[in-house]
T-cell receptor
Framework: KAGVTQTPRYLIKTRGQQVTLSCSPI?????VSWYQQTPGQGLQFLFE???????NKGNFPGRFSGRQFSNSRSEMNVSTLELGDSALYLC??????????????FGPGTRLLVL | AQSVTQLDSHVSVSEGTPVLLRCNYS??????LFWYVQHPNKGLQLLLK??????LVKGINGFEAEFKKSETSFHLTKPSAHMSDAAEYFC????????????FGAGTRLFVKA
């Protein structure tokens, strides 16, 4: 089976712009979670989608949003970018969700640089 | 409330010597516990997981971890380090209280000296 794929792999934006990142989960996986990884804050949970519904959300401002399509592919959007949004954004998929004790399979990430 | 504490931000060992990466957790209910590894410029890979079965869990590449409820610990060990083990390691706790929540530890960077 193909692994989790994320596009684009690298992205440079300027402050105030918006960005959309894409994640394709492993075939058959219905849960997709997003994480932000920075040197200062480590790995932080953004949100999880399951069957097109947001099931849980971390402590991020409303500028961070996401959605999931019927084929389980997911997108996350960040509006009005700030310098502090520069990070590696990781997507992970699992069958039913990590809260069920399942393994999450991670993509390679999208590295976002905000200038 | 959940929390994960990785007790060492950096660990340095010589090749061929044992590895110990320490993790303590806090969870209201029976948690699932994971160790992931991240090599430079790569995504995270699962090493092993504990989900209330055997307390000694064996993972890939010779790693294992022991769940100790009385000590709320889930330390990662390997008898003999290899150069390719140099990476960052994350301890993760997950449970379903109040909705799915997964918390990552801050990470431990492992250095392996020749």
């Amino acid at each position: 089976k193909a692994g989790v794929t994320q596009t684009p792999r690298y992205l440079i934006k300027t402050r105030g712009q918006q960005v959309t990142l894409s994640c394709s989960p492993i075939s058959g996986h219905r849960s997709v979670s997003w994480y932000q990884q920075t040197p200062g804050q480590g790995l932080q949970f953004l949100f999880e989608y399951f069957s097109e519904t947001q099931r849980n959300k971390g402590n991020f401002p409303g500028r961070f949003s996401g959605r999931q399509f019927s084929n389980s592919r997911s997108e996350m959007n960040v509006s009005t970018l700030e310098l502090g949004d520069s990070a590696l954004y990781l997507c992970a998929s699992s069958l039913q969700g990590a809260g069920e004790g399942e393994t999450q399979y991670f993509g390679p990430g999208t590295r976002l640089l905000v200038l | 409330a959940q929390s994960v504490t990785q007790l060492d931000s950096h660990v340095s060992v010589s090749e061929g010597t044992p590895v110990l990466l320490r993790c303590n957790y806090s969870s209201s209910y029976s948690p699932s516990l994971f160790w992931y590894v991240q090599h430079p410029n790569k995504g995270l890979q699962l090493l092993l997981k504990y989900t209330s079965a055997a307390t000694l869990v064996k993972g890939i590449n010779g790693f294992e971890a022991e769940f100790k409820k009385s000590e709320t610990s889930f330390h990662l060990t390997k008898p003999s380090a290899h150069m390719s083990d140099a990476a960052e390691y994350f301890c993760v706790v997950s449970d379903n209280t109040g909705g799915f929540k997964t918390i990552f530890g801050a990470g431990t960077r492992l250095f392996v000296k020749a």
